[in-house]
């Protein structure tokens, strides 16, 4: 069975950083792509940063420039993903969900989901 667990979350202030991590375990294969997203308060969840495995990132322009996503999803590696955020601001305030989205033996898309981490940033 496949778990994301995601860690690094917390409080902090207007101009500091966060690196959020995820470790997935159980069976995954076929990943086509690992990512974050983030639900602000009261707002639908949303795309902040993806990777593939080849390496390729995809950074949402509202933090592009000061979050950065790195992964690694290698067949005999532990697979995590993680999220550097610098020069965090208060509109940066979400839970964040780690997301492994993989095609099935059938082919077809499907995505995994962590609990989510608090960010919470402060004035």
């Known amino acids: 069975q496949v778990q994301l667990v995601e860690s690094g979350g917390g409080s902090v202030q207007a101009g500091g950083s966060l690196r959020l991590s995820c470790a997935a375990s159980?069976?995954?294969?076929?990943?086509?792509?690992m990512g974050w997203y983030r639900q602000p308060p009261g707002e639908q969840r949303q795309l902040v940063a993806i990777i593939t495995p080849g390496g390729s990132t995809t950074i949402v322009d509202p933090v592009k420039g000061r979050f950065t996503i790195s992964g690694i999803s290698g067949d005999n590696a532990k697979k995590m993903v993680y999220l550097q955020m610098n020069s965090l601001k208060p509109e940066d305030t979400a839970r964040y969900y780690c997301?492994?989205?993989?095609?099935?033996?059938?082919?077809?898309?499907?995505?995994?989901w962590g609990q989510g981490t608090q960010v919470t940033v402060s004035e």
């Open positions: 997301n492994f989205h993989i095609l099935t033996s059938n082919g077809l898309p499907h995505d995994f």
């Open positions: 159980g069976s995954l294969s076929n990943i086509n792509a």
